[in-house]
């Protein structure tokens, strides 16, 4: 069974920085992309960055220049360097991966959700 195991998120002031970590375990042969959203109260879950099959990044607009994304593709991990945070950052983050393939096959997995609060 994959699990998606997140960690790094916090309360921070603005301007400050964080780091998150999205780790795959399990019985794994490949993952297509990973990256992560994140879901504000009241609103929907959006992109914040990923990693496509190609091998390039896309970025939110709002988060451009600020954050990074990282991914290591021998210990399946995924990084959000998060810098010049403002407090618009504020939400549950999560963790995606699309095309896990697997024993059973192609899956895409969800992580349990790490909050980020960032204080003004």
């Known amino acids: 069974q994959v699990q998606l195991v997140e960690s790094g998120g916090g309360l921070v002031q603005a301007g400050g920085s964080l780091r998150l970590s999205c780790a795959a375990s399990?019985?794994?042969?490949?993952?297509?992309?990973m990256g992560w959203y994140r879901q504000a109260p009241g609103k929907q879950r959006e992109l914040v960055a990923a990693t496509t099959g190609g091998g390039s990044t896309n970025y939110a607009d709002s988060v451009k220049g600020r954050f990074t994304l990282s991914r290591d593709n021998a210990k399946n991990t995924v990084y959000l360097q998060m810098n010049s945070l403002k407090p618009e950052d504020t939400a549950v983050y999560y963790c995606?991966?699309?095309?896990?393939?697997?024993?059973?096959?192609?899956?895409?997995?969800w992580g349990q959700g790490t909050q980020v609060t960032v204080s003004s």
């Open positions: 399990g019985i794994i042969f490949s993952i297509n992309a």
């Open positions: 995606n991966a699309q095309g896990v393939r697997v024993l059973a096959g192609k899956r895409d997995y």
